[in-house]
């Protein structure tokens, strides 16, 4: 029986009698797979179930949205940009500030709204300091918009039922810039325009629900709380779950005492004729989100976004896993755009999709007429006379307040008019097929973010500018990493690096596990089993050779550890709400988490990795921060209790999410200061949040030796991909249990076509090493690493295009053919860049697959270069038989492949190495394709310029390479210098040794090599499979725009 803790597994006598009684009553017997009881459902969740149930109530009564923007409050300032207007909730009086960011010339709209009165501490609004690329001095406005007054045809589904006096609308970027905001006053709701459609609406279902702080530390528990359906008469069901919970709640017996009492809101953001909604990792579930509402519902619950420690997730679920990128994207013909929820706190997300019945606005003003005449006699004359109430009890209760208030005037508008308003009924979007996402978080302002588009490269380059792009990874960083909890000690480190070696199989990467050091206290080394660990790291260096330890964030409990002295000494640590310090239990027993919200904490821990502070690293040591949720074996849902305290006494509630993200930032600067700033650091991270692609690689966490989970691992990373985490990778081979040989197999082919390579091992299960199966398993995982490494310029290339344009490397097919319905959801193959269509086999004993093919493209196999086959009786299929030693890799016609045919040890010996050139052609015979080229550790391509980047062409009768301007043809969102020769890159000298071509018509006669325009001697070819291939001189360079090759029929 697998159990949590790993204490049984150390043969040391460090732990202690109490370490054991401890773990025996915190750390019941985990059985595989995950325990659902330790998390929580919807109706287990108070503010999930009140949020819920409020759209519930908006959704099958006539309550209506109680939220109005006051006209008169709203302001442009035209030197910022920023629109800014009042909101209130007319059955409450709450008041909250609305402000709208227009973002990067207008593509990009932020809208923020917080409590512009509080009698409660204000919330935690630090979230873009840390997730945004621009940091705390944020990002770029647009200072390009005008308000402009049109008059609104009653049929145009923009203004969504409300009359035009209502709307106000901006015109957003350049002047010809065909961007819009629509601002709809009663009941509030902003709509997002493009080319004269709604692509994006907000509050468009009314399900927006801010819950005030009513409450502060120390409150009386009879405080009398607020609610907008106050006085009326609800079912008693709906009503009590609108209150669930609202002051205090526990789960499995475990409080959370909520201080500051209910304080969650949600939103709701409508896609107009748009079905399929991607994004929102990390779940293991479809590409295509499934609904969670509705008759027929695909899943009964939410997507929940809490960073959790899942033990062996189960499939097809939208419960929370390791991470979360709050982030729906939307798409159809002609248009993706998505919408980015910045909040740090627990949330879950309802999807619908269809149309959805809606009442109509004048039905939802009469409810709130209703509303407010009952109350009317209870307003204080002093609210009546405000300013912000004016407008809204005016317009709502006639003779309440005088009809000819200058208040009630919108800016530049002059005067509303007393006649009564044109009604639209019905809302024109509920008459067309649209999709929802239903934002419902625990804390924090609403700062929502809403992408344009109109095209999936123009969506990655918004989010790329928002939150930053990948981080161009080290080249060993994209090889082959070899993993284990755990690699007993030195010589069986040794061992696995020499039979890597013996079996002719590359890897750049070992990795070292927990069990590495002194009972459990990281930045250390076990000195019986790792005695002289800098000459282990030294001995793997000489091949090329990497290592990365683990860093988990938990601290050993321990007087004498000398981490734990300076977090306890220094006040680095996450504590209780009484102050005294926060303990609890994971991989060592007793242990404090480090504060990482605080900047001292984070410059603490980043200077942990000096090579003077951790004793045996090198420069050659790379870091894994695993259990960073954080994972808290005594916590309630196995995490930290919410209302623990970090810096300023902001709860753990409201930052939980970026928890490991935080870890990260700070472990990135570690590296980054161990070598001054010179190499790129190299960092897995478990728990990730938005922006965590600035700084490193994730992976998809416990999986399990399972046909079922290698197949979920594609959905999961294009997901992943989707979101702007690139980086990404699950464990080959699963880490739980014991695969068969030739589900082993099957995995490398996969795992040799994802992002992050790595093969990985639970200490319970077999060792799966590549040559442990035997034959003919071990010639299999050869082929695919080895294959792997052949392709690494290419995917080094596409590393670079992620990181300049934020386009991902894994792609889903809708984001290389978004005009093809059929792939829309499709999830079994995808493409690796725009040249490599990949269909992993994920079930056993296939001898054949079908593989679809998008229309007007050329295919070939990509081993022999034939062209592919469509089938006669279903055209868009192939079908492409699959021996164990196969699995479809389609080269595109149309592209050039780069790669290196020699396969070494590492990636670092192959640096020097010529490349081939793969030439694909399409219907019109000719073809293109990038080739990106660095020192492949240093940051001198920024700085210097010290990359080649090559546009390699074949017109049809002519192959040349061009320059490429960054800025320019690729629409580069990170700045860098013009490509210069230097003396620290040589590789700009590579040779190119060989061309190979798919698809070349027959009948060559001769092929003649270029040199400035003039003939220099012919060169030879001979078949290649279905292609043939030319050999090219020793003077042919990648980094040499002067020559050209011919060619002759």
Known sequence: MVVRERYHHDDTKRRTLIAIIGLIFVLPALVLGVKREDFKRCDQSSFC?????????????DFGSPYHLVPASLSLNTDSGIITGEVVNVRTSGILGLEIHPLYDGDVIRVRMKEKVSSAPARWDELGHFALAAGPAGPIRTKNVRRIVTETPDDTPTVGGASKQEVFEFELGATESDRKLAIVASPLRVDLIVA?????????RGYFNFEHRQMAPGSPADTQLRWPWDGLDLEPTLKEKLEKDPKQESFNGKPDSKPYGPESFGVDVTFPNVLQLYGLPEHASSLSLKTTRGDKAEY????????????????????????????????????TGGALLLSSAEM????????????????????????????SGY????IKQSPLSKYLLSRLIPGLSPTNESTNAAPGDGAH????????????FDSIPSSRAHFMTESGPLDLVLFSGPTWSSFFRQYGKLTGTAALPQMFAIAYHQCRWNYIDEKDVNEVDGNFDKHDIPMDVLWLDIEHTDAKKYFTWDSVKFPNPHDMLEKLSVKGRKMVTITDPHVKKDTGYFLYQEANEQGLQIVNKDQSEFDGWCWPGSSVWPDFLKDATRKWWASQYALDKYQGSTDTLWTWIDMNEPSVFTGPEITAPKDVLHENSVEHRAVHNIYGFLQNIATYEGLLARSKGTRRPFILSRSFFAGTQRYGAIWTGDNAANWEHLAASLPMMLSLNVAGITFSGADVGGFFGNPEPDLYARWFQAGAYQPFFRGHSHIDAKRKEPWVFGEPTTSLVRKAIQERYRLLPYWYTLFFEAHITGVPVMRAMVIEFPDDESVFVMEDQYMVGSALMIKPVVAKDLSSVAVYLPENEVWYDYDTFTVVSRNLLS???ATISTPLDKIPVLLRGGHIVPRRERARRSSTLMSRDPYTLI???NQAGTASGLLYADDGESFEYRGRGAYVLRRFIFDGEKLFSQSVNIAREMQSVVELPGSVATDSFAPSHVRIERVVFAGLRSGLRQVVLLRSGEPVGDLTWKSEGGGIALKVPHNVTIGDGSWAITFVW
């Open 348 to 375: 879950w997300v309802d999807i619908e999709k269809g149309t959805i019945e809606k009442k109509t606005l004048s039905q939802v003003r009469a409810t709130v007429r209703s509303a407010l005449s009952s109350v």
């Open 379 to 382: 307003i204080p004359e002093v």
């Open 196 to 204: 004269g459609e709604t692509v994006m609406s907000v509050n468009e």
């Open 300 to 335: 009964s619950e939410p997507f929940r976004g809490y960073n959790a420690d899942v033990f062996e997730y189960e499939l097809d679920n939208p419960m929370a896993l390791y991470g979360i990128v709050p982030l729906v994207v939307g798409h159809r013909k002609g248009w």
């Open 919 to 921: 030439v694909s052609l």
């Open 49 to 61: 179930t009140r949020q819920r149930a409020y759209a519930d109530l908006v959704s099958s009564t």
């Open 417 to 428: 008019s007393d006649e009564p308003q044109t009604e639209r009924e019905p809302n024109p």
């Open 875 to 877: 055209p868009k299929f």
